[in-house]
């Protein structure tokens, strides 16, 4: 979840058109103050916002002691009188900001956005509420291995903050604070990745307040990060291959597509490659030193989104065939989700690190082309000062509440069975597998129209899903001028 992909449509110029309209019913505490704002929707649109910010406690079992400011956004509904429940968006990472993340998104969530409002809350440790960062993307790009994870174990002591109080459970209190504080009574919610983990907590430890619960790209509660990576990446590679293989311009094209690549990861791990090559942000010259893991994880993190799935046997192919590395590289760039890394890790030392087996990791590990990443994970956990977990956090969600459920076939880090473990402890919920697709969902009109149902109606029946069966993932391309016509 850390290269957390949501693939984001840049907005229709709807929300140019829209001037939304004060609700009255987001009245707020005297400690929370929206004042008019505009959110950069895209390059060419806007949208008219409410922005503030909710001061709270930065360890909740000391009120008094020091605070720590939730930046948030509401975009209030289209209509002079919406629904009273809106829609929290919560984002993924660990580390994401939802402030950041959802603005380009939000013509997928246009007709849930006419009747109610949207509110977004950078969670505590992300955007703009007391972020916590550790590596500089730019600075610390050149740091060899061993430099990073020096850097990492000794963030903890350099941050401005107390590691121990960022956890979900605790974000999930802010959230139910800020919901207070807007004068909701109950919400709908929905969160892609780490946002499942989130707002599963949150139906688990506020129920009365969920009307609703949309969740895509599912961890389970008893999903441990880096425990099963190896696998799910392995198992949605073997999907990649076998679709090349079975679509003929793809197989025409590159007959020898997985061969050549094993066959890449075994020249670089007898003979790791120097190159230099134009950096794909500044076109400055960038020196990188080519290896099986840096490859491996290229592909992994290529397989979040469909895409640029659809690029990756040109890519790899170029780079196995002709050792042009250039586009393989340079897609990477475009996969940087924005995490901040040190909420990441004050998240998953605490909730993850503590659950990881090396061995079962390792065994979990065994036959696919990607390594065990859990050795590393460990490393820099081990420095990091750990906050606690409630006896329930890892418990199935046993609950009522109508929950609609995303996942891809082919996502390579919460595949659908996962959500099929949450589904089995739920008693109204819908599952729906999209085949062929990566990492989240909504990011079509099928799926938003599918959801958007959903929250308008409360009901998981009666949900016309009749557009999933044309939904297909990007075809592939076959040379730099794209797909075959």
């Not at 009120?63 to 939730?70: D, E, K, N, T, V």
């Not at 209190?173 to 707002?199: F, H, I, K, M, P």
């Not at 503590?354 to 082309?369: C, D, H, I, Q, Y």
């Not at 065990?372 to 956990?381: A, H, N, P, Q, Y």
Request: proline share 8%; glycine share 6%; charged share 20%.
């Amino acid at each position: 979840m850390q290269r957390t992909i949501l693939l984001i449509l840049l907005a229709s110029l709807l929300f140019c058109a829209c001037t939304p309209q004060e609700t009255g019913k987001t009245t707020t505490s005297p400690s929370l103050t929206l004042s008019d704002c505009v959110l950069q929707v895209s390059a060419r649109a806007e949208i008219k916002a409410r922005c503030g910010s909710l001061d709270v406690p930065e360890d909740r079992g000391n009120p008094q002691g020091r605070q720590i400011s939730l930046n948030l956004v509401v975009i209030p509904a289209v209509k002079k009188n919406p629904a009273p429940d809106p829609l929290f968006l919560l984002a993924g990472g660990p580390g994401q900001s939802a402030v950041e993340t959802y603005p380009p998104m939000l013509a997928l969530f246009y007709k849930i956005h006419e009747s109610r409002d949207l509110v977004l809350l950078d969670q505590r440790g992300t955007g703009k509420s007391n972020p916590l960062h550790c590596l500089d993307p730019e600075k610390d790009e050149n740091l060899d291995e061993a430099q990073a994870l020096e850097h990492l174990q000794n963030c903890p002591g350099e941050l401005d903050a107390d590691v121990r109080f960022y956890t979900t459970e605790i974000a999930m209190q802010d959230l139910d604070a800020v919901r207070a504080a807007l004068g909701y009574e109950s919400v709908n919610l929905y969160g892609a990745s780490y946002g499942t983990r989130a707002a599963l907590t949150y139906l688990r430890m506020f129920p009365a307040r969920v009307r609703t619960i949309a969740i895509d790209a599912v961890a389970d509660p008893g999903y441990v990060m880096f425990q099963d990576a190896a696998a799910d990446g392995q198992q949605a590679l073997d999907l990649f291959f076998a679709r090349c293989q079975a679509d003929p311009a793809c197989q025409e094209t590159y007959p020898n597509l997985r061969a050549e690549f094993e066959g890449l990861l075994s020249r670089l791990e007898k003979a790791p490659l120097t190159l230099t090559m134009p950096h794909p942000r500044t076109n400055k010259p960038l020196e990188l030193t080519v290896t099986r893991e840096m490859i491996t994880g290229l592909v992994f993190n290529t397989l979040y989104s469909p895409d640029l799935v659809a690029t990756l046997p040109l890519s790899l192919h170029s780079a196995a065939a002709q050792e042009n590395f250039i586009p393989l590289i340079s897609q990477s760039y475009m996969l940087d989700a924005g995490i901040a890394d040190g909420l990441f890790y004050a998240v998953t030392c605490t909730e993850d690190a503590p659950l990881v087996s090396v061995s079962e990791a390792a065994k979990n590990s065994r036959g696919s082309l990607f390594g065990d990443k859990t050795v590393d994970f460990l490393e820099v956990c081990t420095h990091w000062p750990k906050g606690q977990v409630s006896t329930s956090f890892r418990a199935p969600i046993v609950s009522n509440v109508p929950t609609l459920i995303f996942s891809g076939e082919a996502d390579p880090i919460t595949p659908p069975r996962h959500a099929e473990k949450v589904a089995a402890s739920l008693g109204n919920e819908l599952h729906l597998v999209f085949k062929g697709m990566g990492h989240a969902n909504v990011t079509n009109s099928c799926t938003a129209n599918i959801l958007a149902d959903f929250i308008a109606s409360g009901l998981v029946s009666g949900l016309d899903t009749t557009c999933m069966a044309q939904l297909q993932p990007p075809p592939f391309f076959v040379d730099f001028s794209g797909p075959r016509p």
